[in-house]
């Protein structure tokens, strides 16, 4: 199976702008987690998908906002970017079964976002 | 809420000794604990995993974590490490089952493995 793709790897923007990142998750999985990591706050969820629906959020602004598709592809949104937005942002897929199970989480190489 | 803390920020040792990398939890509730990898550039890794039964957990590449509730720690061991063991790692934990896709990380340990 291949792993989770993200795309674009790296990207560059400048302060007021939004972006977009895509991530592609293991085939079958239904749930796409986000997390920010930065070398101050480390790694932060930011907020989980299931089934095109947000099931658990981190304490991130509203500026930070996500969504899932029907095929399980998730993009994640910033808008107004900040110069502290700087960060590699990793999203992670697991199969996401409800209830008392375990689901192991896979993550993707990341994207590498630098705002200017 | 729940919190972990990883002591040592940089852990330098040279090839074949053994290493220990720290790790304690706050929570108020059962818990899920995982210690993971990330080699530069790269994504993380899931090395090995506590979830129930048996407080030694092993991973294939000969780390080994032992989760002592009374002491809320998990911490990770090799016997004998390789340059190729160098890399950031990362203690996590979760609440339950159902959110664990949502982790929280410790700061993170860079093991520098040196000959």
């Known amino acids: 199976k291949a792993g989770v793709t993200q795309t674009p790897r790296y990207l560059i923007k400048t302060r007021g702008q939004q972006v977009t990142l895509s991530c592609s998750p293991i085939?079958?999985?239904?749930?796409v987690s986000w997390y920010q990591q930065t070398p101050g706050q480390g790694l932060q969820f930011l907020f989980e998908?299931?089934?095109?629906?947000?099931?658990n959020k981190g304490n991130f602004p509203g500026r930070f906002s996500g969504r899932q598709f029907s095929n399980s592809r998730s993009e994640m949104n910033v808008s107004t970017l900040e110069l502290g937005d700087s960060a590699l942002y990793l999203c992670a897929s697991s199969a996401g079964t409800s209830g008392n199970y375990y689901n192991e989480q896979f993550f993707g190489p990341g994207t590498r976002l630098t705002v200017l | 809420a729940q919190s972990v803390t990883q002591l040592d920020s940089q852990v330098p040792v040279f090839e074949e000794a053994p290493v220990e990398l720290r790790c304690n939890y706050s929570?108020?509730?059962?818990?899920?604990l995982f210690w993971y990898v990330q080699y530069p550039n790269q994504g993380l890794q899931l090395l090995l995993k506590?979830?129930?039964?048996?407080?030694l957990v092993e991973s294939i590449n000969g780390f080994e974590a032992e989760f002592n509730k009374s002491q809320t720690s998990f911490h990770l061991r090799k016997p004998s490490v390789h340059i190729s063991d160098t890399a950031e790692y990362f203690c996590?934990?979760?609440?339950?089952?159902?959110?664990?896709?949502?982790?929280?990380f410790g700061t993170g340990t860079r093991l520098q493995v040196t000959l």
């Open positions: 996590a934990v979760s609440e339950t089952p159902g959110t664990a896709s949502k982790l929280t």
């Open positions: 506590y979830l129930s039964g048996s407080t």
């Open positions: 998908y299931f089934s095109e629906t947000q099931r």
């Open positions: 085939s079958g999985h239904r749930s």
């Open positions: 929570s108020s509730v059962s818990v899920y």
